[in-house]
């Protein structure tokens, strides 16, 4: 069974520091790897798909990377801003898109 | 991009009624659709696997009589909560798949039940 697990669970900086947000998960048969931001109350935003074949994919100030073989992935931050300040989700797709548990995060001016 | 629509936002009932939440893909065909709960402050967990034509397949825990899932079309997957208790408030959150396997899943906004 597919376990999906971020690391912090809470982060709290200030404006403009980079950040890396971690997820692993145990099984490494995966068809690809999201990650999503979810502001309180509001559904989910896609914010980086990464195909099971590639490593890498960057979106702005957003880079994340994949290592299926060690079952991990990180995402990185770059100048965060107050704006970021949300719950950031991995998730893994093997069939079912299993979330991790989450990362609370929060940039203060 | 693609659209994946979500309906009602939020509702509230009675305990003992039941309540009727939609997802439709609706600029592109999703053979498979997956509904979500979220409870406060916590990740979402799977509840079950919708494909258009056969039966949802749920998540070990999920009681499939209480949360009837239909996917009658292409583009329409419905979740049913039947006799709500307010032990299912909770926030649903329905996916679905643009192609299969490795597409890629939108996410309706979710709809927030609050059952008194």
């Known amino acids: 069974k597919q376990e999906v697990t971020q690391i912090p669970a809470a982060l709290s900086v200030p404006e403009g520091e980079n950040l890396v947000l971690n997820c692993s998960f145990t099984d490494s048969a995966i068809y690809n790897l999201q990650w999503f931001r979810q502001d309180p109350g509001k559904g989910l935003t896609s914010l980086l798909l990464i195909q099971s074949s590639q490593r890498e994919q960057t979106s702005g100030r957003l880079n994340a990377s994949l290592d299926k073989s060690s079952g991990r992935s990180t995402l990185y931050i770059a100048a965060s801003q107050p704006g970021d300040s949300a719950t950031y989700l991995c998730?893994?797709?093997?069939?079912?898109?299993?979330f991790g548990t989450g990362t609370r995060l929060q940039v203060f001016p | 991009g693609a659209v994946v629509s979500q309906h009602p936002s939020r509702v509230i009932c009675k305990s003992g009624t039941s309540v009727k939440i939609e997802c439709r893909s609706l600029d592109f065909q999703a053979t498979t659709m997956f509904w979500y709960r979220q409870f406060p402050k916590k990740s979402l967990m799977l509840m079950a696997t919708?494909?258009?034509?056969?039966?949802?397949?749920?998540e070990q825990g999920v009681e499939k009589d209480k949360f009837l899932i239909n996917h009658a079309s292409l583009t329409l997957s419905t979740l049913t909560v039947t006799s709500a208790h307010p032990e299912d408030s909770s926030f649903y959150i329905c996916?679905?798949?643009?192609?299969?396997?490795?597409?890629?899943?939108?996410f309706g906004e979710g709809s927030r039940l609050t059952v008194l």
């Open positions: 998730a893994v797709d093997g069939d079912k898109l299993i």
């Open positions: 996916s679905a798949r643009r192609q299969l396997n490795t597409g890629e899943l939108f």
């Open positions: 919708s494909n258009e034509g056969s039966k949802a397949t749920y």
